[in-house]
Nanobody
Framework: QVQLVEAGGGLVQPGGSLTLSCAASGSFFSINTMGWYRQAPGKQRELVATMSTGGSTNYADSVKGRFTISRDNAKNTVHLQMNSLKPEDTAVYYC???????????????WGQGTQVTVSS
């Protein structure tokens, strides 16, 4: 079983900062991509930022220059540093893990339970 533990959500004022953390544990052969997605009320889940094992990153245009994703492969953790937060960043943020259970398995996606981020004055 694979488990993702998310932390760091909360209430922050516009212009403030918040850091999200996600730690993966369980049984897997390898981890490919780790990242963050978010879902605001009434909207579909969208990509925020992802990082491959090799360090390649992918950011949503709306967060470029404000958010920074980082990853510690040895600890199987991923972090999202969010700066200059805006009210429109308010959403439930979900950690996403792309992994293989074995060398013969295909890559699978696993989602965390989500952590609420609210940006409001």
């Amino acid at each position: 079983q694979v488990q993702l533990v998310e932390a760091g959500g909360g209430l922050v004022q516009p212009g403030g900062s918040l850091t999200l953390s996600c730690a993966a544990s369980g049984s897997f052969f390898s981890i490919n991509t780790m990242g963050w997605y978010r879902q605001a009320p009434g909207k579909q889940r969208e990509l925020v930022a992802t990082m491959s094992t090799g360090g390649s990153t992918n950011y949503a245009d709306s967060v470029k220059g404000r958010f920074t994703i980082s990853r510690d492969n040895a600890k199987n953790t991923v972090h999202l540093q969010m700066n200059s937060l805006k009210p429109e960043d308010t959403a439930v943020y979900y950690c996403n893990l792309g992994f293989r259970r074995s060398p013969i398995a295909t890559t699978q996606n696993y989602w965390g339970q989500g952590t609420q981020v609210t940006v409001s004055s």
